[in-house]
């Protein structure tokens, strides 16, 4: 979500449902054909952890993270350590980030606890920024930290009104369309994936129209698109507005842009088009197993939990094509607590972590998409293919889409929100309620949590 960070009023409530990231969305970590892993984060962690004193004069930089962040997968501490042979690293790693951000939430609400360096998720910064600024050091003062190194929207998100910068972003989720090339084959629509783009380019609606095709002519036994929550998803993402508007004020229920997507949706469940699952769930990674959709919103790390999910004859039978409009899904930063041991020393390696070179190096090796721009020209992007879509040049699909995504506002409680059109609204279409009565129950759930 290219975002605008707001004022926090409230506490946010985690969902508990993977809607922000991929850690949350339990993106497996596959081996892609250059010697890429697939999934932006999965739920594994080591669980290392360290003192402040390495041993043998050494200092120990201790890292707060949640799923896999790829950093010691890449050998980027290796790396560090070589170069900084007075520095040991180490992680403490939490599986799932509704169990990492609540505890993280209590460090800092209590200002102890802390890791030298901690991980915020993109679905928590906005309320990070808002009530837990004067936690963490400003990061735009570090030496070799430039504001536009980053994305401008990137950047903005983890920086407060008055100007200071709580962390530097690390990636972000992109959207794409991937698609099944032998099930589009088999109803009859192009395969080639420039050809592909241009069916439903510029608009949501095209995307419907050509799951209508799809369904005319396909197996009955398959959906256009694996389900209403990743479609309803991906359509908001690519709105400026949605939830909060830019003062801060909830929005959702008469920002005509979130009607309009729940109503696009449940105009596709009530057509069949979507299946009724619910993403991430056991149900779901069975029909992806069972290739029984077409389909599916994809940001990068959604490559991995396809891979993850498939059976082996499915490697080279999905291929990427652009998204109708642009947006992102996921994305996180990482931040240096005033109370860590070793402030100084955290947030050079910070720094250096989040550099260009170092995305790159993630990207080769976790299919993150780097949020530095300077990432985008290195051959470990340029040249970034992926075994479940062969000869896509993923890496160049991916950071061309990054660099068209909307500015976006993002408030305390997005996922929440999120969450209630979801699993509370549009997968009850599929299920036989009316799109009103899906609405009705998605905003009274919705307007109870966030009262809470």
Not at 297 to 308: E, R, S
Request: glycine share 10%.
């Amino acid at each position: 979500m290219r975002a605008r960070t707001l004022p926090h009023s409230r506490q946010r409530s985690n969902g508990g449902k993977p809607i922000a990231r991929k850690a949350l969305a339990v993106a497996a970590a596959v081996a892609l054909s250059t010697g890429l892993l697939a999934g932006c984060a999965d739920d594994g962690g080591d669980g290392d952890s360290g003192s402040s004193s390495g041993g043998e004069g050494k200092t120990t930089i201790q890292l707060g993270l949640f799923g896999t962040m790829g950093f010691q997968e890449a050998g980027l501490y290796t790396e560090y350590e070589k170069l900084n042979p007075d520095i040991k690293i180490a992680q403490n790693v939490i599986e799932r980030n509704e169990n990492y951000y609540p505890a993280l939430l209590n460090h800092l609400t209590t200002n102890s606890g802390l890791m030298d360096i901690q991980a915020i998720e993109v679905g928590n910064i906005a309320e990070v920024v808002g009530t837990q600024a004067d936690r963490f050091m400003d990061m735009s003062k570090v030496e070799g930290v430039k504001p536009e190194n980053w994305l401008d929207w990137k950047w903005k998100q983890a920086t407060t009104k008055d100007g200071q910068t709580i962390g530097l972003g690390t990636d972000i989720g992109p959207m794409a369309i991937c698609y099944r090339k032998d099930l589009f084959e088999k109803a009859g629509l192009p395969t080639d994936r420039e050809e592909v783009s241009k069916l439903w380019a510029g608009d949501w609606k095209k995307f419907i129209e050509v799951g209508e095709k799809y369904k005319k002519n396909a197996d009955k036994s398959t959906f256009f698109m694996d389900s209403p929550g990743g479609l309803i998803n991906a359509i908001l993402s690519s709105e400026e507005e949605k939830f909060y508007d830019s003062s801060g004020e909830v929005i959702y229920k008469s920002n005509p842009a979130v009607k309009a997507a729940f109503d696009l949706t449940s105009e596709a469940a009530l057509k069949g088009l979507v299946q009724s699952q619910t993403q991430f769930q056991p149900a779901w990674d069975t029909t992806i197993a069972k290739s029984k959709f077409a389909t599916v919103a994809c940001p990068p790390w959604m490559l991995g939990t396809i891979k993850g999910k498939s059976q082996p004859d499915a490697a080279g039978k999905w291929d990427v094509a652009v998204a109708p409009r642009s947006g992102n899904w996921g994305g996180s930063f990482l931040g240096v607590p005033k109370s860590g041991k070793n402030v100084k020393e955290a947030q050079k390696l910070a720094a250096w972590l989040t550099a260009p070179e170092q995305q790159a190096k993630l990207f080769a090796v976790q299919g993150s998409i780097p949020s530095a721009p300077a990432a985008y020209k290195l051959p470990e992007v340029l040249d970034g293919k992926n075994e479940m879509t062969g000869d896509a040049p993923v890496g160049t699909i991916f950071s061309e889409a990054a660099q068209q995504i909307p500015d976006q506002v993002i408030g305390p409680k997005d996922q929440i929100i999120q969450q209630g059109l979801t699993d509370n609204g549009v997968i009850l279409v599929t299920k036989g309620k009316s799109p009103e009565e899906a609405w009705e129950t998605a905003t009274k759930t919705i307007d109870n949590n966030l009262d809470k």
